[in-house]
């Protein structure tokens, strides 16, 4: 279930990866709203990929304290 989550994460971030990419290449000169909404979604992508990484650390830190019993 742990690496079903870490695929899920992945992916997410490159579906917002490439959504970014689409809009970044269709923005229009001087737009804003395109600007901003780019900007949100940049953000998101990096907010995404932190979490990723923390549920990583996590996940490495909990198996190193408690190892599978091979149930």
Same mark, same amino acid.
């Given at each position: 279930?742990?690496?079903?989550?870490?695929?899920?994460? /992945?992916?997410?971030?490159?579906?917002?990866?490439?959504?970014?990419?689409?809009?970044?290449?269709?923005?229009?000169?001087?737009?804003?709203?395109?600007? /901003?909404?780019?900007?949100?979604?940049?953000?998101?992508?990096?907010?995404?990929?932190?979490?990723?990484?923390?549920?990583?650390?996590?996940?490495? /830190?909990?198996?190193?304290?408690?190892?599978?019993?091979?149930?």
């Amino acid at each position: 279930m742990d690496t079903e989550l870490a695929q899920r994460l /992945d992916a997410q971030e490159r579906l917002l990866h490439v959504i970014v990419s689409a809009l970044a290449s269709e923005c229009p000169e001087g737009s804003s709203g395109f600007d /901003d909404l780019i900007e949100v979604l940049a953000d998101l992508t990096e907010a995404v990929a932190d979490m990723s990484q923390a549920v990583r650390s996590l996940h490495s /830190d909990v198996f190193a304290r408690f190892p599978p019993s091979g149930h």
